[in-house]
Every structure is written in C-alpha cells, then in structure tokens.
C-alpha cells in the first residue's frame, strides 16, 4: 500500500514537472511570439490616380495607423500620374517589395489574371463595418474576379463643371444637353483672347468621353450590360460601333474640339482639362468630384457651378460609376497587418474624412450622417441625378476583358489620328469593331 503512494507521488512529481517545463515551454513562446509581433513591419503601397493633395490625405491616416501600431512603417510611393499604372505593373511584374496597390476598375482584370494580387474575402467577411456598405460598394467588392481582390475608397460618377459668370455674361442658361453644350461653346469661344468653351480631352483617358458620348446617343436599352457598354443588347457580340449613332457620336466629338477647343487639347489628359477650366481659358468641363475642392480652392465663388450631366439624343445620360480601391499584393511577407491596414483606411471614419477631402462618394451608409458636406452644395447634384434613374444611367466599358489593359493604354493614340485627320471615322468605328469582336470571340460573354 505504502508502496503505491510512493509511487502516485513519484507520478505526480514527475507529472508537474512536466507540466511545469510545458508552461515554460509556453510561456516562452508567448514571449518570442510577443516579441515577434513588435518587429519592425514596413507597409508599402502605391498610388495609381496621384496628387500632391491626395498623398497628404493618405498620409494623414497612415500616421494615424502608426502611431496605434509602433512597430509599423507606412511607406507610400506616389508615381507620376501619366504612366502611373504601366509603373505599378512593371513592379509587380518584377515582384518589387509592394503591399498595397491602388486597383482601378482598367487594371483590375490584369492584376487579377497576372494572379498578383492576394483575396481579401477572409478578411473582409470577419469585418465588423462591411455592413454599413453602401450596396454600390458591396457590388463592387467582387464586380470583377470571383473573389474579393480589393475594397472600394470611393466612386467617380460625373457632372458638369461651367463658368457661371461666363454664362451670365453672355446670357446663357445652364446646358442640360450636349447641343446646348455645343452651342454655348461655340458662343464663348474667342481664340483671340485664349477662351474657349470646351474643355477637351484628346490626350490619355480622352476614350471616357467619347465613349459617354455614344452611349448617350444609343441610349441605355441598347446597351448589353452596364459593366460592358461596347456591345448591343440582344445579340451575339455586336458593337456598338456597327451603328449610326456611334458615328454620329463620333463626329460631334470631333466638330466640339474643332470648334469650341483650344488645338492642343489634343494632348489634354486629366491635369490639362482641369487647369484649362479653372485657369480661365474654358467654360466648360464634364469630370469627376474630385475637381470640387479644385474648383473651391482655385476659383472665386460666384465664378463656377456644376450641373447634371447633359443628355444626348436618346434624352439619357448615360456615364461610368467609376472606382478604384486598394488591393494586397499575393507576395506580401505581412498579410494580416497589410489586410488591417486596408481595412483601417476603408472604416466608416477614415473613409469619410478621405472622400470629402478628395472630393469622392463614400462607401459607407453612414457618411452622411457623419459628413453633411455629401448633401449639401455641389454634392446635391448627385442626389438630383440619383433620383431619376431613367435618365441618368450607369454604363462602363467593358473592364472584365482581359483586352481592356492593352485597349486603354494604347486607344487615345487611334483617336487622336482621327482629329488630326489621318484617319476617318469609318476606318476608326471599323478598327473599334474589329477589336473588341475579336475579344469577344476569344474570351467569350463576361456580363
């Protein structure tokens, strides 16, 4: 009997012993675990649409994030706007050190075919705030891809920017269609002292407009899809090229810059156009919100006012819901604290702040109650538009094509030959055709 408790008691020593050398064991895990937690992290993320003014907005949060995680370095790299996202694919290509990446709806398809960007539905499904999405941003989470490679930082939906105290100079109304558009910037065009009436887009994105332009002509009910908007309904692949109205569309776009233009608007990408506008030198711009604080901070009040967009022929206005958002890149070494990150920068709070200081439609439900600047002034706009989805529709290019990238970095070029008369406007519709009925033949229907 004496015998086996000794033994018990030997058992239970040695049992202690080790459990004690497990919680040793353990605790010193927990330690290297914890110290490995606090080693120095450096966050990478590029910019695609950059501004000196954006990247501030950006850093602002990113010091915020820093100062709540010590151990983290937010590194933003900001390349040139022009050629921003030949750079960041070169990057990724070459599998530079990247974590973040700035995803545009041109370049998503890309990115995700190219498999360098990583999902973030893991992430995004334990989220606490993705309920407060809007359901434009819910939409947009898997738009493109069959997973969630990226989360909306906001939208781009478009309106007229005029000059108001042109307008009132010359006793003109407001242009609620693009024949009124044409007739007032023929009226204020006087080359002679550098004014004009139209703010022209020949150079990089100048596509975008023309393609509003035909989609306004053609109307919505024709178009196949909202996210392909280059093919008819109710058919097998046919453009939108094949039609009349394309041509139409095509040839007012050409008669706007040749007769209420300035000549080398021709070469005018996003910066140009702007500076055009609120230089004085035109009275008329159609882009995206982010030219409010612009216009605020560079123009007088009483000097300029937006208005809805104008209609074409078909009495519609249809325009992209255009967005872009960040992604994680599928080689990161720190993919939680890089996902954290994302969705740090995509919260109700910060999200807020970043869209009404760059001048975006948030994402979260909330903002409004947050922020009144969205229902106010000149966001009001949005909401007038918004209320009458019959006339102003979305509509898009068709991004989910993996011809998309090379089709948008290279198809201002085939337009500019146009203005310059190097080419017709049937041998272009034809070389549009040819192109995306080749595309989708070989990638087939992705709507």
Known sequence: MEKGKDMRKKVSKIGAIVLTASMLAAGSANVMASEASKEPVTIRMIESLTSPERTEILRTIADKFEEEHENVTIEIISPPLEGADQKIAQMLIA???????????????????????????????AWDEKDTLTSTAQTALSEIGDQVYLIPYGFYQRLLFYRADWFEEAGLEAPKTYEDIYEAAVKLTDASSNRYGWSFRGGSGGVN????????????????????????KDTDGETIFTTPE?????????????????????????????????????????????????CQQNMEEGQWAVQ???????????????YAGWGMTSYTENPDIVAEFILYLSNEENNTYFAKEYSTIPIHTTATEIEPYFVEGPFSVFMEMGEHPDVYCFGASPQGYEAYGEYFATIDQEYQKYYNDQITADELLEYLDSYWSEAYEKEGQKW
Do not use: C, H
């Not at 050190?97 to 893991?122: C, G, H, M, S, Y």
């Not at 967009?309 to 325009?319: C, D, E, I, K, R």
């Open 95 to 125: 599998e530079q050190p990247l974590d973040i990446v700035e995803v545009r709806q041109q370049t998503a398809a890309q990115f995700i075919n190219n498999k360098w960007l990583a999902p973030l539905d893991e992430y995004v499904d």
């Open 209 to 232: 407009m023309v393609d509003m332009l035909y989609w306004a002509w053609l109307g919505n009910d024709k178009l196949a899809d909202s996210t392909a908007a280059y093919f008819l």
């Open 246 to 294: 394309a041509k139409e569309a095509l040839e007012f776009n050409k008669k706007l810059y040749q007769e209420g233009s300035p000549r080398d608007s021709i070469a005018w990408g996003f910066s140009e156009m702007v500076q055009g506008f609120i230089g004085g030198t035109t009275a008329m711009i159609i882009q995206d919100p982010e030219v409010i604080p612009t």
């Open 308 to 322: 809805v967009l104008p209609t074409g022929p078909s009495g519609q206005a249809v325009f992209p819901n255009g």
